[in-house]
């Protein structure tokens, strides 16, 4: 436990960022998940629609640091090319 009141202050601030960052994690697991549904019912409009919310979501969280670049990148480039094999079928 800290002692100095500056060491506590920050404390206090990490678990909150911590929380924070947990949603937003949450949330990107969450349409990922529910994109990969999508992809297995053939809804491919709805698809679409989640592909471009998710992108946003992923440059939302580069842009907090709680995601690094290349990670969002490649999350959005596999969602892409699943999304386009399955249009291509």
Do not use: W
């Not at 999508?38 to 998710?54: I, R, T």
């Amino acid at each position: 436990m800290p002692n100095l009141q500056n060491a506590k202050k920050a404390l206090r601030q990490s678990v909150v960022r911590a929380g924070r960052n947990k949603l937003m994690n949450e949330r990107i697991d969450y349409m990922r998940r529910s994109f990969r549904k999508l992809l297995a019912e053939k809804k491919l409009d709805e698809a679409k629609k989640l592909v471009s919310e998710l992108a946003q979501a992923l440059d939302k969280a580069v842009g907090k640091n709680i995601l690094k670049k290349n990670a969002a990148a490649r999350i959005k480039s596999r969602t892409m090319a699943h999304l386009n094999k399955i249009a291509k079928k």
